[in-house]
């Protein structure tokens, strides 16, 4: 069919079986060498094999190249599902969920026929494409052309093409009619053949976060990936903007706010297909727990959804949010009890709610039978609020937290479910509890499950005694169900060695100072002053020379010596586990590239005074500054003796 060879490359006869499964990566995940799209939303797939009427000659099968001319994408299952058995062929629908190429290549089937629709990024500019797949296993080959040829654009070659491979080789073919097409050509030749090749020379098998062989499909429980798209371009419209240009917040607006909405839209669209599976036309209720900057509780409540936030310090987001909206965000410190049950509630989040993750599940199902729960742990942590230890040493401790998150969700009686969305983040799996494995009349005896994996997990007392406790505590509405939880402390330590005593800090410095001395070194740009440099040492050599009670004024603080010996910038350099003098640089020389650029784009930036701090060197060092005042960015006032 294919006359003109567009690109062939010799492949390896043991790769030869990661054929299909390149076509999988290739089919369903078109993004991923496409910047321009957004995804792919499948609509169809077909598998068929011959009947006893179906021709066998491979030159008579059906590639429906008349059919797909005259069909649209409403009525392609029905009239090429038709045009298969007409021809003798026996047709299977296959869900579009779970569906494997690579699966069905091992299976009886001949064929695969698939409709996919490329979803663009920016819906302003450019239109969804309807793209065909006609796949035969027998010839190991792929055909692929856009339904209808007129509506094709820059998100597809505006030409039919094979993907094919042999004995020995991988190759892309088109008729020669097309081969003219150099934009298309380019593209076939230098990216999807160079992903193909690296899709099936890849020796490790893809793998989901929770370790099983199936890889999870990002936004696998959303049926509309358009719906979804459309949805999250207006929300990123309605609030991404104004949101960016106020964020009050130390941390990357451009992550954490097109994060927040990326879930709002994941949220809203879940949440609407539950309501039209359900037949309940009320917009669904929900407590964000740990909501941080509060901006998913702002969104969801901005679109019309009842709820509220719970963290257990205010951020300085919360107070530019619109008054009119009266968005409702609380501080509060939950602790998992009677107290922190939320029966009137249709659905508890857990974004990234670190020592509450574990308990979100538990919190959901003791609320009421109706409860659900969306969850997407980012920090692994036990019941008792301390860091999780990994279990399975083939997983990362984030892949073993999934599992260990999935089990708590089944012993608390929740169908789980798992979903991969599409945020700036590699944590971005999500768990989700929206329909129990058992009646409501059994809710009781599922509670006291609950009591007793806590306990075993907790190492605590036993499920009976708890449940005595509860009965004998004086009010029960603040029965803790785990004596040993620690939340964190509602006002946020600095931990960066700052807060130490600053005669620990001039000691340690002194320490470290006077054994790079030790190393005596004269640099030849000094040689006339005779400038002891210093010498060069590695933090495990320092660690063994800082007196042990310093260092454990140390071991509480992020970053340690470490950390210090950077915060002392102006007097010691950190580079590759070692330290040494930071050797004095003339005040033109501060004056260097970026901050001339910083001068430029901003007129009102005033030029810092270099003279305004004294010079360390000059007041500690044994031979003082090797630079003159006049050269020095730091004041050479009278040394102390």
Known sequence: MFDHVI????????????FWKAVDIYLFKTHLINKKLFGVNNISILSF????????????????????????????????????IDHGYVVQVENMNN??????????????????????????????????????????????????????????????FALHVSRNS???????????????IYWLREVLMERMHKWMVSSSPAHSA??????????????????YNCLFHKLKQKYGKAMVSIWPECTDPQKFVFEDIAIATYLITLWKKERLTTGVDKLQSFVDIGCGNGLLVYILASEGHQGYGIDLRKRK?????????????????????????????????????????????????????????????????????????????????????LNYANEIARVCGFCVKMDRLRIPSTKRTCIIGDERTYSEAEFDIQDTTIKSFISDRTKLVSSVELKQRENTTTDSTTASWSTNFKPRESVER??????????????IVMVVFKELLAKRRVLPEHSERNWNAGGTITMEALVKLIPQEYLLLLKAECGGLQTLLRNNH???????GAVQLRIPSKMSEAMDAALKRKLQKNKNFKPINFKQRECWFFVNHPDGCPLMENECRFSHSDRTT
């Open 570 to 576: 102006q007097i010691f350099r950190v580079e590759n």
């Open 210 to 227: 929770d370790g099983s062989k199936a890889p999870i499909r990002s936004l696998a429980l959303v049926e509309n990936l358009e719906e």
């Open 317 to 401: 987001l919360w107070d530019l949010y619109p008054v009119e909206l009266t968005i409702d965000l609380r501080v509060q410190t939950i602790v998992p009890s009677n107290a922190s049950l939320f029966p009137d509630i249709d659905w508890i989040i857990g974004n990234h709610s670190d020592e509450l993750s574990p308990w979100i599940p538990v919190i959901a199902a003791r609320s009421s039978y109706s409860c659900r729960f969306f969850l997407l742990p980012c920090c692994a942590y036990e019941f008792d609020g301390s860091k999780y230890q990994r279990q399975n040493c083939l997983l990362s401790q984030y892949g073993d937290f």
């Open 7 to 18: 690109s062939e490359i010799t492949i390896e006869k043991a790769f030869h079986k990661n």
């Open 99 to 160: 569906t494997s190429i690579d699966r069905l290549s091992q299976s009886e089937w001949y064929g695969v026929i698939v409709l996919n629709r490329l979803l663009p990024k920016n819906i302003h500019v450019f239109h969804p494409i309807d793209i065909v797949c006609s796949i035969r296993f027998s010839s190991c080959s792929v055909h692929l052309q856009c339904l209808q040829r007129e509506k094709v654009n820059s998100l597809f070659p505006k030409f039919p």
């Open 494 to 507: 600095v931990r960066n060695c700052t807060k130490i005593d600053r005669t620990v800090v001039d000691k």
């Open 49 to 84: 094999k011959h009947g006893k009427s179906a021709s066998t000659n491979e030159e008579q099968d059906p590639f429906l190249q008349d059919k797909l001319n005259e069909t649209t994408a409403e009525r392609f299952e029905t009239e090429v599902r038709q045009h298969l």
């Open 170 to 184: 991988l190759a892309i073919r088109c008729n020669s009619t097309d081969s003219t097409d150099e934009r298309s």
